[in-house]
């Protein structure tokens, strides 16, 4: 199982870029990384998936080192409504098996005006 | 697409009844989860089917839950005899790929 360590909780303010990273110290070759992000009373959204380098969508880009051994999700110039927990998940649920994925406790991220 | 529908949002039941929660995934994915949320224990997740075939069931808490998934766009997670332990948030969702897609989920409350 790739085990992840990412901070329990930030904080920032309105317009500002936020950056979560995730530590995956023993990341397997097949493993994808993938964040989700969850609204209070609603069921988790996927945001990003990633194998290497960076990948950018209209929400959010994610930074992948050439060891993998961590990545960073960036959200630009968040805003109130990104206030959410973030969770790093890493595996490859299609071919290794989707119970080895493993939401863990989250970033709790907590922006203010 | 209407994304994943659960049904009922919200139960409150007493100590040792049945209860049933539904499940209908996106058109056309063909992987099938449960989950269940607690403050305590995060989201762990419970079964998942492909296919209508369940995969892996290591999550479910005992006997008293069971999941089915009689075709490929309705399933059912129950709890026979409940207890109050049980009471959590339970989410379903399902996926073609990697991707997973959440349903809004199902807050149940065993008194």
């Known amino acids: 199982l790739a085990k992840t360590t990412q901070p329990i909780s930030m904080d920032s303010y309105e317009g500002q870029e936020v950056n979560i990273t995730c530590s995956h110290n023993?990341?397997?070759?097949?493993?994808?990384i993938t964040w989700y992000q969850q609204f209070p009373s609603q069921g988790p959204r996927f945001i990003i998936q990633?194998?290497?380098t960076k990948v950018t969508n209209e929400v959010a880009s994610l930074f992948i080192p050439a060891d993998r051994k961590s990545s960073t999700l960036s959200l630009p110039r968040v805003s109130l409504s990104d206030t959410a927990v973030y969770y790093c998940?890493?595996?490859?649920?299609?071919?290794?098996?989707?119970?080895?994925?493993?939401f863990g406790a989250g970033t709790r991220l907590a922006v203010h005006p | 697409d209407a994304g994943v529908i659960q049904s009922p949002r919200h139960e409150v039941t007493e100590m040792g009844q049945e209860v049933t929660l539904r499940c209908k995934p996106i058109?056309?994915?063909?992987?099938l989860f449960w989950y269940r949320q607690t403050m305590m224990r995060g989201l762990e997740l419970l079964i998942y089917f492909n296919n209508n075939v369940p995969i892996d069931d290591s999550g479910m808490p005992e006997d008293r839950f069971s999941a089915k998934m009689p075709n490929a766009s309705f399933s059912t997670l129950k709890i026979q005899p409940s207890e109050p332990r049980d009471s959590a948030v339970y989410f379903c969702a399902s996926s073609s790929l990697e991707t997973q897609y959440f349903g809004p989920g199902t807050r149940l409350l065993v008194l």
């Open positions: 998940l890493v595996g490859d649920g299609f071919s290794g098996g989707y119970n080895k994925l493993i």
């Open positions: 058109s056309g994915h063909d992987y």
């Open positions: 990633g194998y290497k």
């Open positions: 023993n990341i397997a070759t097949n493993d994808y």
